[in-house]
């Protein structure tokens, strides 16, 4: 009898396994998928934008929505301790007048959690209730789910940074990018879990 029974239960975990890894397998192509491969476009303005470091086109983009006064201030969340402001601004000299007045340096985040608690801080104490999310467009679910955690009654406008890989190839058929999608996946899966076991975790 306790054979049956070990028979069922290492059947039912196989069956649970397999249930898993075909849920995970279509949420990843869901995922892939609805990542943004075309340049946005805005049909509004913010009170502020906020720019995820990671990826070398994210500042300059948002430089560019700042300068078009597309937002009030501008938030770089994420910069190395050692990066200084003058080594930042020269990653658009055309724009680098506007770093004295209207950008603002968080050294303190090291990952998208942090970079989110940041965000929620210098929106907070500005009264900003709207703001333009710049990031890598793969990135853009996670720091979406991140920040709209922290920040639930605040607009949050994505305008995700389209790389060259995925403007040229569709992603399913490059190997680096399907690596890379996955990796977020799963980052995305744990970050989506983990707000919903424990949503009152900053």
């Given at each position: 009898?306790?054979?049956?029974?070990?028979?069922w239960?290492?059947?039912?975990?196989?069956?649970?396994?397999?249930?898993?890894?075909?849920?995970l397998?279509?949420?990843?192509?869901?995922?892939?998928?609805?990542?943004?491969?075309?340049?946005?476009?805005?049909?509004?303005d913010?009170?502020?934008?906020?720019?995820l470091?990671?990826a070398?086109?994210?500042?300059?983009?948002?430089?560019?929505?700042?300068?078009?006064?597309?937002?009030?201030?501008?938030?770089?969340?994420g910069?190395?301790?050692?990066?200084?402001?003058?080594?930042?601004?020269?990653?658009?000299?055309?724009y680098?007048?506007?770093f004295?007045?209207?950008v603002?340096?968080d050294?303190?985040?090291?990952n998208?959690?942090?970079?989110?608690?940041?965000?929620?801080?210098?929106?907070?104490e500005?009264?900003?209730?709207?703001?333009?999310?710049?990031?890598?467009?793969?990135?853009?679910?996670?720091?979406?789910?991140?920040?709209?955690?922290?920040?639930?009654?605040?607009?949050?406008?994505?305008?995700?940074?389209?790389?060259?890989?995925?403007?040229?190839?569709?992603?399913?058929?490059?190997?680096?990018?399907?690596?890379?999608?996955?990796?977020?996946?799963?980052?995305?899966?744990?970050?989506?879990?983990?707000?919903?076991?424990?949503?009152?975790?900053?």
């Amino acid at each position: 009898m306790f054979y049956g029974f070990s028979r069922w239960i290492g059947y039912l975990t196989m069956v649970a396994a397999l249930a898993g890894l075909v849920v995970l397998s279509v949420g990843f192509v869901w995922f892939a998928s609805s990542i943004a491969t075309d340049e946005p476009r805005l049909t509004g303005d913010a009170d502020g934008i906020v720019v995820l470091t990671g990826a070398a086109a994210r500042i300059p983009d948002a430089m560019e929505l700042l300068a078009a006064q597309r937002g009030k201030r501008l938030l770089i969340t994420g910069v190395h301790r050692a990066t200084t402001a003058p080594e930042i601004a020269r990653l658009t000299p055309v724009y680098e007048k506007l770093f004295a007045c209207c950008v603002d340096l968080d050294r303190s985040a090291l990952n998208t959690l942090g970079n989110a608690i940041e965000t929620r801080r210098w929106a907070s104490e500005r009264n900003f209730r709207s703001l333009i999310v710049v990031t890598s467009n793969w990135h853009m679910p996670r720091a979406m789910a991140e920040i709209s955690h922290q920040l639930p009654e605040t607009k949050l406008i994505p305008y995700p940074v389209i790389g060259e890989r995925s403007k040229a190839e569709t992603w399913w058929t490059n190997a680096g990018i399907v690596r890379l999608y996955l990796a977020e996946y799963l980052k995305y899966v744990f970050a989506i879990v983990r707000i919903a076991i424990d949503p009152d975790m900053l």
